[in-house]
């Protein structure tokens, strides 16, 4: 074997063993995306009675609106 096949095969090798250690270790030295938690809520069914009982439970909005104050007159110009 002469001196340029050595260096091809020791390039070569020095390039396999080089991917292999990358595989194996490249993810332990980078960071990684971790997805953000989920956020959940418990729920439960409620029947129509329920429903319509909360209803009735609840705050009625005002029929009619609040009369609104009249605005301030306006000042007389100064002759």
């Known amino acids: 074997m002469d001196r340029s096949e050595r260096i091809g095969v020791m ?8 991917a292999l250690l990358w595989l194996m270790l490249g993810g332990i030295f980078f960071s990684h995306d971790v997805a953000a938690p989920v956020v959940t809520a418990e729920v439960t ?3 129509e009675a329920d429903f319509s009982a909360l209803q009735a439970a609840a705050p009625r909005a005002a029929e009619t609106a ?3 104050p009249a605005p301030a007159p306006a000042p007389a110009p100064e002759p």
């Open 11 to 18: 390039v070569s090798g020095a390039a396999h063993l080089g």
């Open 45 to 47: 069914l409620m029947s």
């Open 66 to 68: 609040p009369a609104k």
